[in-house]
């Protein structure tokens, strides 16, 4: 509790009074003593105990764990067990068919004429230099041998072929008689062996022009 400054001086007077047995004499005297009185104001005391404050909750989101995502496990593909009855087939390959060599050309031999030895096809052409190395006409009665006989005898220089120069006697159902003709060019467009290539002047002789091919027969003179 709390007293005022004048309560606790009037509160000692008469505690000084009693214990000094003034009592009596107050009352002998017939003295008053007025003891001013103040309200006394009761105060309760609290002691305070200082707790530190929780710290502030951190602005900052703590970000939550992922959660762990098991890793599938691979499937092992099906292990797919051989058939042992099966019997592998080996596969054959046939050899390559060998080329067949080609039939052996027989180069023409002479006769001795006249006796129409070797048959085959007759064209006409625009006559010039020849590969026997000679620059001719179309009135000239020549012939071109076909390649496939004239490389029997062919060397490194085609002017030289043996067969340049050589005389054979041309003949055709038209012209049984035929015509000599002189061996002077190379025909590339004759396939058989014994195909000729005339001039104009010579294939008039042994058949019409507008045909374009005839049938002939020759031998060397």
Known sequence: MQFGYKSLLALAAIVELVSAGAVDMLQKRDAIVYVNQEVLEVVVFTSTVWVAP???PSETPVPEPEPV????TPTPE???AANPTEVPVPVVIPPEPSP???PPVEEP???GGGGGSYTGKATFYDAGLGSCGETHSNSD???ALSKVTMSLT???NPNLNPKCGTKIRVMSDSNPTGVI?????TCPGCLGPNDLDLTPAVFDQLGDPLAGVIQVTWDYV
């Open 54 to 56: 929780p710290p502030p």
């Open 69 to 72: 995502v098991p890793e599938p």
């Open 78 to 80: 099906p292990v797919i």
């Open 100 to 102: 067949s060599p080609a």
């Open 109 to 111: 031999q002479s006769s």
């Open 141 to 143: 009665m020549i012939c």
């Open 154 to 156: 062919a060397g490194p």
């Open 181 to 185: 003709v002189t061996i002077v060019d």
